[in-house]
């Protein structure tokens, strides 16, 4: 019989010495992977479908703004005052598309790591759960911030260029730029953070998605109908009180409480802070009674709707260990 024998090959190894970058290498390469798997980046085209549609859609809104107002001389007469929705107007108006990408998105980002197991190989290495989650949670508010300042600024680049005097428009309007950057900001940590803490609790995107779109769509007509009108107490009402409580055709069904009531609606929340910001009064029924609060209220829950979820989803993958 044939002894077995052995054979040394030599693969010409060298040890490595380029630099370590350690901890913050993996943090940053799982942000940018993040960035990719929520734009469909590397993946088929089917993935890249949807990202590209919500990015569209957002931006629409601010290039059509743009055109209108550089039209308006032409159209109406130079001097002419028109009300052409400006930049506090423009997060209320695509507030529902970054509701829905973010529902839509944000769970393609933990879902399938933890279904698939590779939750426990990104751990193996020089990372940590809260590493993983600031990554993912960087990353996705990264993608979100793109979209809401995308469209605020084509909308001032259009007002400036449509200006009489731009100079005289930067001047008088710069300060537009800090608010829109600061109610992007708050309108982006709210539809990133509450996703990712609903996904962080299944393996299933779908049932993720479903769950927040429910949440914000729910709490939507139950705010309605607790900040409804009550036509009959309205018609017994004599006219000069009408004029008086000057709160519109009718009182609220819930009375003095319907302020209160109208915090329900989720997907209002960020916005109730987006007209603090830019000081406007709201021409929707449920902001206007929500600004009868005093301006700490609105603030409070905000803070406790982002901030709540978050400590939840890092509290959820606390739980994870290798």
Not at 87 to 96: E, K
Not at 253 to 259: E, L, W
Not at 305 to 314: C, F, M, N, Q, R
Request: hydrophobic share 50%.
């Amino acid at each position: 019989m044939a002894e077995p024998r052995g054979e040394v090959f030599d693969l010409g190894y060298r040890h490595y010495d380029g630099p370590r970058e350690g901890r913050m290498r993996a943090r940053k390469a799982l942000w940018a992977n993040g960035v990719r798997t929520a734009l469909g980046l590397g993946r088929g085209s089917r993935a890249k479908v949807l990202p590209v549609l919500f990015f569209v859609a957002a931006i629409i809104p601010a290039v059509v703004l743009a055109l209108v107002a550089s039209q308006v001389d032409e159209v109406v007469g130079p001097g002419a005052q028109v009300d052409i929705p400006s930049h506090g107007d423009y997060y209320q108006i695509i507030s529902i598309i970054l509701l829905l990408f973010s529902a839509i998105i944000a769970p393609e980002l933990l879902c399938p790591d933890r279904r698939e197991g590779v939750i426990y190989l990104y751990l193996v290495r020089p990372l940590t759960t809260t590493d993983y989650v600031a990554g993912r949670w960087l990353a996705f508010l990264s993608i979100t911030l793109a979209i809401a300042y995308s469209g605020q600024v084509i909308l001032f680049i259009g007002f400036v260029l449509a200006a009489a005097e731009p100079f005289d428009y930067l001047r008088d309007n710069w300060l537009d730029v800090p608010r829109f950057l600061a109610a992007g900001l708050v309108v982006a940590l709210f539809t990133t953070t509450i996703p990712l803490a609903v996904s962080a609790f299944t393996t299933r995107r779908a049932y993720a998605t479903a769950f927040v779109i429910g949440l914000y769509f729910i709490s939507f007509p139950a705010a309605g109908i607790l900040t409804g009108c009550d036509e009959e107490t309205d018609q017994r009402r004599p006219a000069p009180q009408v004029e008086e409580l000057g709160s519109g055709p009718c009182e609220p069904i819930t009375g003095d409480a319907a302020k209160w009531f109208g915090l329900i609606d989720l997907g209002k929340v960020p916005i109730h802070i987006n007209d603090l910001i830019f000081n406007e009064k709201s021409e929707s029924t449920v902001a206007r009674l929500v600004q009868e609060l005093p301006n700490g209220v609105p603030i409070g829950w905000y803070l406790f709707l982002t901030a709540g979820p978050g400590v939840v989803l890092w509290w959820q993958y606390r739980k994870i260990s290798v």
